[in-house]
């Protein structure tokens, strides 16, 4: 019998997950073990910097560390999507004064203080008289007040110095563009070969953009779609339904929509997540100030809190770990902080004060249903067993957010290393056990037994599938005497 545990000699006390972005702070062997001991459960390579062979190497030595230690380390590739950039200028950057006009246009030639090149046709058949730009994070807000196929003449609302190549948002505008650029299908492409075990999509918009590249991805990779444009709130039960994990983008989402309505989205996004069974990233300046300091501020710990004790799968960092100068320290404060929340006695009680069911005929939400029931009810029960072939099992699961621990059983590494970025699932192999049903009882003994959260006598719950390998499909509930 092969059942091998994914923390065996670092047992995980947490619920929810830290996703840690790797750079140059970051992506060598030492700080990789150093971070891995520290509580990460998955590492993010974003896309937008770096080359394919420093990504390799990254990746490599990822799979390396994590397979020496027994975890099963989730790795994200964040592709950059569609970047939506201003030109140069003569002088480097110009002075836009409150009240102006200024031109965008598709011309080449390099900008001034009266216009500067915009080269992209999407924004002119998307803009209307009376939408806004937001330019280099909405530093910059110009106000369309004359629309043509290739420019449109602007007022300066808030003006200042603006330099080449500063990004633009349009929170008014919903484009006719794909999220996968042909930058994003090359490093798709290589991502995929690599192994990854789910990708970010950038800037969706629609489910159809999920779709899309649902037709390239496959079954290859978890789809990881990145919310950050207030467009998404028209198809937000789509897009979630489309996707198998969702991301929180609270940088861009802050640009395009007013900053102050941020804290609503992201709850309302969370709520529709766990309705459909979807876990969710919260993300963005979670610890931001750990970049340059060795403490966080204490509405950045009450800001972690929160995405916590809302029964959030996972909290990510990004240039806290990435370039910061206390990677380490920084996840051992976020993990701090999460056992902090879910050792409080009312955490549950927050976690599922806002649940909503979707109501259906579905055998496999009534029979998790029904064992976090019983989890509730038998005093002598430690865990509960998940047997699933794809990983639907244990998501179902999940989704209840149950008191006890998941300990999920796969057949395959792919599968253990997505759910490691699942709320409350620690992730064991055992090939063997799907080729029959008989042994699934031993095979639950043996691994709640390694888990070392369990111990002979107590009971174990054990929810599957039968017969195995049908997807989606979860039909069994057991309770075994370990």
Known sequence: MVCNYGRYNMPINTRTKILATLGPSSNNKEKIEELIEAGVDGFRLNFSHGTHEEHKETYDLVRKVAKAKKAHIAIVADLQGPKLR????????????????????????????????????????????????????????????KCAKESAVTEVVVGGFISGHKGVNLPNSSLNISPLTPKDLSDLDFALELGVDCVCLSFVQRARDVKEAR????????????????????????????SDMVMVARGDLGVECPVVTVPLLQKRIEAKCRLYGKPVIVATQMLESMISAPIPTRAEVSDVANAVYDGSDVVMLSGETAVGNYPVETVKTMRGVIETVETDPKYYEYVNRFVEYVKCNCESRAITHAANDVAKTMSNVNAIVTFSVSGATTLSMAQERPRLPIIAINPSDEIACRLNLVWGVRTYIDKKVFGSFDNIEQVSRKCALDSGIVNSDDYVIVTAGYPFGRVGLTNVLHIVKV
Do not use: C
């Not at 598709?106 to 090149?117: C, I, Y």
């Open 215 to 242: 037709k390239i991805i496959g079954k290859k990779a978890w789809i990881i779609s990145k919310l950050e444009k207030p467009q998404v709130l028209d198809e937000l039960d789509d897009i979630i339904k489309a």
């Open 86 to 145: 201003i030109g140069k200028f003569k002088e480097g950057k110009v002075l836009l004064q409150n009240g102006q006009k200024f031109v965008l246009d598709m011309k080449k030639d390099l900008g001034d203080e009266n216009r500067v090149t915009l080269p992209h046709k999407e924004i002119f058949d998307a803009l209307k008289v009376g939408d806004n730009l937001l330019v280099n994070d909405g530093n910059i807000i110009l106000k369309v007040v």
